[in-house]
């Protein structure tokens, strides 16, 4: 399967915003032996590097920059790919997430899995996007495991202390299992057409590396299988979500080492910001040291304009803790309680998300700036917004499953009226679940994607949905 989808690329990443320029990343896999042409740019011929080597196929990259304030190109063996390019006035951005499912995804009919790719691909034809967010589980690496004796029972089963070379041998496996899931992905023609011409940011979420990392017990976690599984999906996730590898990753990142992936983008008027709510994650903390430490220095630095905060978990969300407490006393629904510890309402969380709440709170605040949170995960569409007090309000906008089929109308029901009960975790600040404009339930049903967009000063929010279609804006 790999090599039919040989060559890849360009897949286009966002590396950085500066000096009036965009600084960006051109990725392109090959098979082994095969190096691909240089990029032309307005600079110049940029060639390509190296980046990884898998039994099937060569990852390589060209990093080079085009003007921030206006529309250019580059191109590629003699194809030309337009880029909108312009940050400094109206502007538009897409947000997708959830990009598969968690069994056969592969084996999915490729123009079922991707209509709402292909809807999102004639939205940039009609009005181009400037950027494009992808806010978690952009594969479904559930599957990874499988056909591996040290992990095909994961995380259910582990075995009994495996030697260095049994684990080397399942890094291997899970690293060209990694590479297919990625390549299947990224070739899919209704992204990639996309996605080599609008730069993609992305952050990472739990399908990413398995279901529900970080809310699984420790002894999966840090058992040599559970770090193994780590490391591969981290390399990946570096490889194919940015376009880096490890000693090279983008100035955005707070972290150099990459202990944390977390990002930081700004551009005229607007942060793009984007903790990572994995790599420190355990049962009893959502983010580490690294993820604190960036959104404190964030919350300290005074930006005019707007800022969209990425939380993969959605930061604003119904009284889970009731949902929680009937899923561990029923055994048959113990298996679904790391889906709830994936939650920022979880009961395990509850102090890390009052402080989360209050930083961003404060950051809504400040004189000339607003705050948005963006986030997808739950495979429905869906709003909120927190009270902030004199006639202010923090929303939320979910956006999530671009390719993931939407689960039962009931579950979208059930949510809503747990979402009449309100939540407040915050004294004074309660947080009220909305509608979507046009929509009768708090929760919809249906694959979609988002639209933001700026006009002016203005910022206002649009979701394609996929059977009710583009709704009315909505003022952010």
Request: with cysteine.
């Given at each position: 399967m790999t090599s039919s989808l040989l060559p890849l690329g360009p897949v286009l990443f966002l590396d950085d915003v500066r000096d009036g320029l965009l600084h960006l990343a051109a990725l392109f896999v090959t098979d082994p032996g095969q190096t691909p042409p240089p990029l032309d740019t307005p600079d110049g011929p940029q060639p390509v590097t190296r980046l990884a080597g898998y039994d099937q196929a060569t990852v390589w990259r060209a990093r080079f920059t085009l003007p921030a304030d206006r529309p250019s190109a580059y191109g590629w063996a003699g194809d030309r790919y337009e880029v909108a390019g312009d940050l400094t006035g109206d502007l538009r951005l897409g947000y997708v997430s959830c990009n598969g499912e968690e069994t056969g995804d592969l084996l999915r009919e490729g123009s079922e899995r991707n209509a709402m790719w292909a809807r999102l691909r004639e939205e940039h034809r009609r009005r181009p996007l400037a950027l494009l967010l992808h806010g978690g589980d952009q594969v479904y690496a559930d599957e990874v495991t499988h056909d591996h004796p040290l992990s095909h029972d994961w995380p259910d089963s582990l075995p009994d202390a495996p030697s260095a070379s049994a684990l080397a041998g399942l890094r291997q496996h899970l690293r060209e299992r990694f590479l297919t899931r990625y390549l299947a992905?990224?070739?899919?023609?209704?992204?990639?057409?996309?996605?080599?011409?609008?730069?993609?940011?992305?952050?990472?979420?739990?399908?990413?590396?398995?279901?529900?990392?970080?809310?699984?017990?420790?002894?999966?976690?840090?058992?040599?299988?559970?770090?193994?599984?780590?490391?591969?999906?981290?390399?990946?996730?570096?490889?194919f979500q940015h376009g880096a590898c490890d000693g090279d990753l983008p100035r955005r990142f707070a972290d150099p080492a990459g202990h944390h992936l977390g990002w930081t983008v700004r551009a005229p008027g607007l942060r793009l910001l984007a903790p990572d709510l994995r790599s420190e994650r355990t049962r009893r903390q959502v983010m580490g040291p690294g993820g604190w430490s960036l959104m404190e220095a964030e919350s300290r630095t005074p930006l005019p304009g707007h800022t969209l905060l990425l939380s993969s978990v959605p930061l604003l969300g119904p009284r889970l803790s009731l949902l929680e407490a009937v899923m561990v006393a029923v055994p048959k629904m113990q298996k679904y309680e790391d889906d709830l510890r994936d939650q920022w309402q979880s009961r395990a969380h509850r102090d890390e998300w009052r402080r989360m709440l209050q930083m961003v709170a404060e950051m809504a605040r400040q004189p000339g700036h607003a705050l948005t949170a963006v986030s997808g995960e739950i495979h429905l569409a869906t709003r909120a917004v927190m009270d902030l007090g004199e006639g202010r309000g923090l929303q939320q906008l979910v956006a999530s499953g671009i390719a993931h089929r939407a689960p039962p109308q009931g579950w979208a029901r059930f949510l809503g009226t747990l979402a009449s009960l309100g939540e407040g975790p915050l004294p004074g600040h309660p947080i009220r679940i909305g509608r979507l404009p046009g929509q009768r339930g708090r929760y919809v049903a249906e694959r979609n994607y988002l639209l933001l967009e700026r006009q002016g000063a203005e910022w206002q929010a649009r979701w394609d949905l996929e059977t009710s279609g583009l709704t009315d804006p909505l003022a952010l």
């Open positions: 992905v990224l070739a899919a023609p209704e992204a990639a057409w996309l996605m080599a011409r609008v730069p993609s940011l992305m952050q990472w979420d739990d399908h990413d590396i398995c279901d529900g990392w970080g809310s699984l017990r420790r002894s999966r976690l840090g058992s040599g299988v559970g770090q193994t599984l780590f490391s591969a999906a981290r390399e990946a996730a570096l490889l």
